[in-house]
């Protein structure tokens, strides 16, 4: 893999990164709730998901676009169509809300176990995960090079920025939850980043092999 080439996996990255989704709901909802410290964990059960489900993704790709052509374009076009799919959703999405109805003062302690579980089970039933996963590693796999070294730059990338932007977000909801959460704020960034995904769906369908 060259430089080139991670440079536009890490672009796509810290887009899917920094949009919101359950794992960002989550932390965010853990970190009010208890504390930035406990969001830790929840980042933590999230990026063992993407571990898990990346693999999952992975096993047999190589064979596969190593010997058809055709399966490649196939999953290279699905891919990309998936991705402006993706876009349009974000755009069209009116945004997530935080539960704060609660008063914190009367919440529990919650074990961290039970958070990285939580955040494992999370990511592990989100089906659109291992769609995007395999959406998106055969876009920047060099199929005549070895793959595991490959798969594990892809997955350390992804694994790297994942933790940090639900801490970052984690962060955000402790600090200044009143101003992130606003509607309009929140349509403003799913405007943004859906039209981000949408130009990297075009880009990858009409890239070379």
């Known amino acids: 893999m060259n430089m080139h080439t991670w440079l536009l996996y890490l672009a796509l990255v810290l887009v899917a990164t920094a949009t919101p989704g359950p794992a960002v709901l989550f932390a965010m909802t853990n970190a009010t709730l208890y504390g930035q ?3 830790i964990f929840a980042a933590f059960g999230n990026i063992s998901g993407l571990l ?3 693999s999952v993704a992975v096993t047999g790709l190589g064979v596969l676009l190593s010997a058809s052509a055709l399966a490649f374009n196939l999953i290279k076009y699905a891919g990309a169509a998936y991705l402006v799919y993706l876009g349009i959703r ?3 999405h009116s945004g997530l809300s935080l539960n704060l109805s609660q008063d914190q003062s009367q919440q529990r302690e919650k074990p961290a176990r039970k958070i990285y579980l939580q955040a ?3 990511a592990l039933s989100n089906p659109k995960a291992i769609v995007f996963l395999t959406a998106l590693f055969p876009q920047f796999i060099h199929v005549e090079q070895p793959l595991f070294p490959q798969f594990l730059v892809l997955m350390a990338t992804l694994m790297f920025f994942s933790f940090w932007a639900l801490f970052f977000y984690a962060l955000l909801a402790c600090k200044a939850k009143l101003w992130l959460l606003k509607p ?3 349509k403003n960034f799913n405007r943004v980043s859906g039209g981000i995904f949408i130009g990297f769906g075009a880009l990858l369908a009409t890239s070379q092999r």
């Open 90 to 92: 974000q755009i069209l």
């Open 120 to 122: 494992l089970g999370i």
């Open 184 to 186: 309009a704020h929140m």
């Open 37 to 39: 410290r406990k969001a």
């Open 52 to 54: 898990l489900l990346g």
